[in-house]
């Protein structure tokens, strides 16, 4: 059985998420942020050696990152659901969606997050970082053009792995100007899977 180490406010709430549209028993180990420093309890090393959420284990496999658990519980569990066909070119369109988000999308965010606390000093990289932002979500926005999904008509594990990205855009403002991207989210946030997994993880917000 497959068990999820789960951290409050973090990318372990899209595996959770996930878990839920499979289907599949699953066990929910909790974990809690410390309320002064925000940061993810020592006991979390023991299952991932950094210290981070999401990590998973099923038998003996253990997974720290978040692609790579879309793609293994997609592909172990997914009895060919959440995925394009093997071998196909969409296939391999999916699995860069899995990449893309963590590999590229999420930096320039992340940078704007830390230098959001850099006041005046951050001057010189912020417009870069923002131009950066901005390429990311119209690449996004128009790749979903007018589908309901990334990948077309159809939910992949691709939507669930992109989410973090659009949650952590729509907590710092940079949505209001991609209506397609915010209405997606929307989306992904009405699924009954989705609202099932805010139930078990507990109260989830971005950027805090």
Do not use: C
């Amino acid at each position: 059985m497959v068990t999820l180490h789960h951290l409050n406010n973090s990318r372990s709430q899209r595996i959770l998420w996930l878990l839920e549209e499979l289907g599949e028993p699953y066990e929910l180990v909790r974990y809690q942020r410390d309320p002064v420093t925000n940061l993810a309890p020592p006991e979390l090393k023991a299952v991932n050696p950094l210290g981070k959420s999401p990590a998973i284990t099923d038998g003996t496999v253990r997974i720290a990152e978040s692609g790579a658990i879309v793609d293994y519980l997609v592909e172990r569990y997914g009895g060919g659901r959440f995925q394009p066909p093997a071998k196909s070119d969409a296939h391999l369109v999916y699995l860069e969606w899995l990449h893309y988000a963590e590999g590229s999308a999420m930096l320039p965010l992340m940078l704007a997050f830390y230098l959001m606390r850099l006041g005046d000093a951050a001057a010189p990289l912020t417009p870069r970082v923002n131009g950066e932002i901005e390429n990311n979500l119209t690449y996004m926005a128009n790749t979903l053009g007018s589908s309901d999904f990334l990948m077309g008509a159809d939910f992949t594990g691709a939507d669930v792995q992109i989410s973090f990205v659009l949650e952590m855009a729509r907590a710092m403002g940079r949505l209001n100007a991609f209506p397609s991207l915010s209405a997606y989210l929307d989306r992904l946030h009405a699924r009954p899977a989705y609202q099932r997994a805010i139930e078990k993880g507990g109260v989830y917000t971005i950027g805090q």
